[in-house]
């Protein structure tokens, strides 16, 4: 898979909360966006993969009691 650039026009107080966040995990601020987009694209890729999994099985499986779990 081969990267593409992306060029964003980004006011300075929000480029500069990005730096510091960044600095905070020892990031670049690239690195940390991009991270960042990638964390975001799992969570919405996950919570679609519970909500079919809910419509195939009939429930609500975010909701469960986890005392009703078998193990």
Known sequence: MGSTVLSLRIDGE?????RRHAARRGMTVQDYVVR???RDDFDERFHAA???TEKF???DLR???PADRVT
Not at 14 to 18: A, G, P, T, V
């Open 57 to 59: 099985y009939g429930a």
């Open 36 to 38: 960042t987009l990638v």
């Open 14 to 18: 929000l480029l500069e909360r990005l």
């Open 63 to 65: 909701h469960a009691d």
């Open 50 to 52: 519970v909500d079919e």
